[in-house]
């Protein structure tokens, strides 16, 4: 070290380094129990006096001094020693390891921090700087040639040459001209290929237009015996009140159509009895135009309730990220799909009376499991049926009987306790405080509706009478059918989506002009004069 020239010797505090100076003389004496580790800086090996001297000294001194002492003297001195700690972790430098005893001893390196750069008293900026921008390029350098030519003591064969000889001469104009020429030829034929295609795409059109036009023929007579087909069918089996406005309008073009022959052609008392037959029969036709409305009634009601059924029954759907339907039953919707199945085998006919027995049987177990008095009524009810089985009673003799389980199981099936899926289904709320601001009084047939139900115009200030009254008088004294303006409405709502513009108009335009359809009616004002 280049304290021992001066004739001190450093002494550091307790670490690393005071078992590597112990290694480092060690192995100047050539221990041969050591086996070195991989190599380290090179140091300065101490006496074993020197070494004894720092240990002693180095358990009194401070953490952060050390003592010197000068060669060949007793007088010390100290010395202040800073020793910065870094706070990570020194690398593995190599080392020594002791076999007999075991002991390793690292080599340590010590770093101390530059000196700072002094500052000159300018303020420095940076500053970005541009180069020229460098690129490789080949090119094709000259190369020089030479001709052989035939000469004394040298023959060079002509068999490959050509005699070239000066054609006509011509001026700048000519050339020009020339050019001009062949570009009016281009222009010809070019010209020639573009009206042939021009024809051609022309005709190709014409040809499309034809085809389309005749589809469209087609389609629209196709369409019109269908809706033909569809109206006879209407007639023949009506089911929805569009079909009975449509007999019933058609029941009042015959008496027109009949009363004007009448009048036309007879006069005094036999024109009075072709119009008393004639109105006979009018009675006749609507009574069995009211027969057929109560079975489409009856069939309504029946499909209404199953769709209402199956409504409880339908699992919860979601679409996810990739377009895929999932599906999940929860406890309400199984709840709801076994009471579908249970009804739909209750309304069953012309069953085995074991079949019939075993299905009143489970709804008997289905409903004691909540007891009230709607459920003692049933149970009693399928008792009494499977008493009436046990004695041969006969099928016609169980309708009503029957029939009173249907009803008080589909009540049992509409309460909430007991099919808590059905809650959000019903028309009527479960709170009847939430109807008292929604229900107005029909004056006509004194029934208390729902404001859904009245037909309010825009500058109305009373309620007048509900759709259903309005519906009565059309078919009492007008008989007008409003299926064609509905038609109208849905092909008008139709186009109007067509140009996906988000327009939201033409859905109001339908309710305000079926309710204008019903006021113009109801007044006895010409509609069609109005809607023309």
């Given at each position: 070290m280049e304290g021992a020239s001066d004739g001190f010797e450093a002494v550091a505090s307790e670490g690393s380094g005071a078992e590597q100076s112990p290694a480092s003389s060690q192995r100047g004496a050539g221990d041969p129990a050591e086996k070195p580790l991989p190599p380290e800086p090179a140091r300065t090996a101490q006496s074993e006096k020197g070494w004894d001297r720092q240990s002693s000294q180095n358990s009194v001194l401070p953490k952060n001094t050390a003592t010197g002492t000068q060669t060949?003297?007793?007088?010390?001195?100290?010395?202040?020693?800073?020793?910065?700690?870094?706070t990570y972790s020194k690398p593995f430098l190599g080392g020594f390891r002791n076999v007999s005893t075991g002991v390793e001893f690292h080599n340590a390196g010590s770093q101390t921090k530059p000196p700072k750069r002094p500052h000159k008293g300018n303020q420095l900026f940076c500053k970005e700087t541009q180069t020229a921008v460098e690129k490789n390029k080949q090119q094709q350098t000259r190369n020089t040639t030479s001709t052989q030519m035939t000469k004394i003591g040298l023959y060079v064969s002509n068999m490959t040459d050509k005699l070239i000889t000066p054609g006509k001469y011509f001026t700048a104009e000519e050339y020009h001209k020339r050019r001009l020429e062949a570009v009016i030829v281009l222009q010809k034929y070019f010209?020639?290929?573009?009206?042939?295609?021009?024809?051609?795409?022309?005709?190709?059109?014409?040809?499309?237009?034809?085809?389309?036009?005749?589809?469209?023929?087609?389609q629209k007579k196709r369409e019109k015996e269908e809706k033909l087909i569809r109206e006879y069918e209407k007639k023949l089996n009506p089911k929805t009140k569009e079909d009975f406005e449509l007999l019933y309008h058609e029941l009042e073009l015959w008496m027109r159509e009949e009363t004007?022959?009448?009048n036309r052609t007879l006069t005094g008392a036999e024109r009075k009895a072709a119009l008393c037959a004639l109105l006979e029969e009018e009675t006749q036709l609507i009574a069995c135009i009211g027969m057929h409305k109560?079975?489409?009634?009856?069939?309504?009601?029946?499909?209404?309730i199953l769709h209402l059924l199956r409504k409880c029954a339908q699992p919860r759907r979601w679409k996810a990220f990739d377009g895929k339907i999932t599906e999940m039953d929860t406890q309400n919707t199984l709840r709801g799909k076994?009471?579908?199945?249970?009804y739909r085998s209750l309304t069953k006919e012309d069953i085995p009376k074991d079949e019939r027995t075993s299905v009143l049987l489970t709804v008997k177990y289905t409903v004691k499991e909540?007891?009230?008095?709607?459920?003692?009524?049933?149970?009693?009810?399928?008792?009494?049926?499977i008493d009436l089985l046990s004695r041969d009673v006969k099928e016609c003799n169980l309708e009503g009987l029957r029939k009173r389980i249907c009803t008080l199981f589909l009540q049992y099936i509409k309460i909430?306790?007991?099919?808590?899926?059905?809650?959000?289904?019903?028309?009527?709320?479960?709170?009847?405080?939430?109807?008292?601001?929604?229900?107005?009084f029909c004056h006509s047939c004194e029934n208390y509706l729902p404001s859904t139900e009245f037909p309010v115009a825009a500058n109305s200030r009373t309620i007048g009478r509900c759709h259903s009254c309005y519906r009565l008088e059309n078919e009492a004294r007008q008989r007008e059918a409003y299926l064609k303006y509905r038609l109208i409405l849905e092909d008008l709502r139709k186009s109007e989506v067509d140009y996906q513009d988000d327009s939201k108009i033409v859905f109001l335009v339908q309710v305000l002009l079926e309710r204008a359809l019903l006021l113009i009616v109801s007044s006895g004002f010409d509609y069609m004069s109005f809607i023309l």
């Open positions: 060949g003297s007793d007088s010390f001195q100290e010395v202040d020693v800073k020793i910065e700690r870094p010209r020639r290929w573009h009206a042939v295609n021009l024809v051609q795409n022309l005709k190709e059109q014409r040809r499309l237009r034809l085809a389309r036009e005749a589809e469209e023929e087609l004007e022959r009448i109560l079975d489409a009634n009856l069939e309504n009601q029946q499909k209404s076994e009471l579908l199945e249970i909540h007891e009230c008095k709607l459920t003692q009524e049933i149970v009693a009810l399928i008792d009494r049926e909430p306790e007991f099919n808590p899926e059905v809650a959000g289904l019903l028309k009527v709320p479960q709170d009847p405080l939430t109807l008292y601001k929604k229900i107005y």
